[in-house]
């Protein structure tokens, strides 16, 4: 008789926290330290090679876009929730993180580009992305836990989703919105690649044998 496939519970923290909370704060001093060099170097320089909308030289925009930043106080608003967000994203694993943040940056960033206005620079849209990742991945998996740490999500951050409403100057109210829908695509993926791969339980009778 073989032992009974155990149903894998979805996690709502990453398995080595310390290490997760490490690699965040590692990444977040990569964005300070490009910050930094752009300040200090360049004179602000780098911020041109964001998301140029509609021009095919801003293309390359799209993966320089989130690593930039106007200033030191548009990256200290997105320091906290960027660590915050990133870290919990990171609770289905290091390759889940790396699929899910793709494919926000990838995808939100190429919206931005094809409907947005002058140039985008940014890690909020990347925010965005995880924010409605978490929100909207417990209800896709049917889990309770994750659907629990939705609801405290959006009970702490759920004001900033009014930021993908057109309206308030010099915000990208598209990177925010195809951020986010990117983020709901990517819980949808996630969902159901674990449902694919999720042992069906039950038990498995011995052969019948001398």
């Known amino acids: 008789m073989t032992k009974p496939d155990v149903p894998v519970k979805p996690r709502v923290l990453p398995a080595h926290p310390m290490r997760a909370a490490t690699g965040m704060v590692v990444f977040l001093a990569v964005l300070w ?5 752009d300040q200090f170097v360049f004179g602000g320089a780098l911020d041109q090679d964001g998301i140029a909308a509609r021009q095919i030289d801003g293309l390359s925009g799209i993966l320089w876009a989130p690593l930039l930043h106007a200033g030191w106080a548009h ?3 997105n320091s906290v929730p960027f660590v915050v967000l990133g870290f919990l994203v990171l609770a289905g694993g290091f390759g889940q993180f790396l699929a899910v943040t793709a494919l926000v940056w990838l995808l939100g960033g190429f919206l931005t580009w094809l409907t947005g206005f002058g140039v985008t620079v940014g890690a909020s849209g ?4 995880w924010l409605a990742f978490l929100l909207f991945r417990g209800f896709f ?7 629990v740490l939705a609801v405290v999500l959006f009970l702490v951050y759920g004001g900033v989703l009014w930021g993908v ?8 109210w598209q990177a925010h919105l195809f951020g986010a829908l990117a983020g709901i695509l990517a819980a949808r993926f996630v969902a ?4 694919r791969t999720r042992p069906s339980g039950g038990v498995s009778p ?3 044998g001398p």
Do not use: M, N, Y
């Open 33 to 37: 330290a490009i910050e930094a060099a």
């Open 75 to 77: 990256l200290i608003a």
């Open 126 to 129: 990347v925010i965005f992305g």
């Open 141 to 147: 998996a049917r889990s309770g836990r994750q659907i």
């Open 165 to 172: 409403i057109p309206g308030t100057p010099g915000v990208s």
């Open 192 to 195: 159901s690649a674990d449902r």
């Open 206 to 208: 011995s052969p019948i």
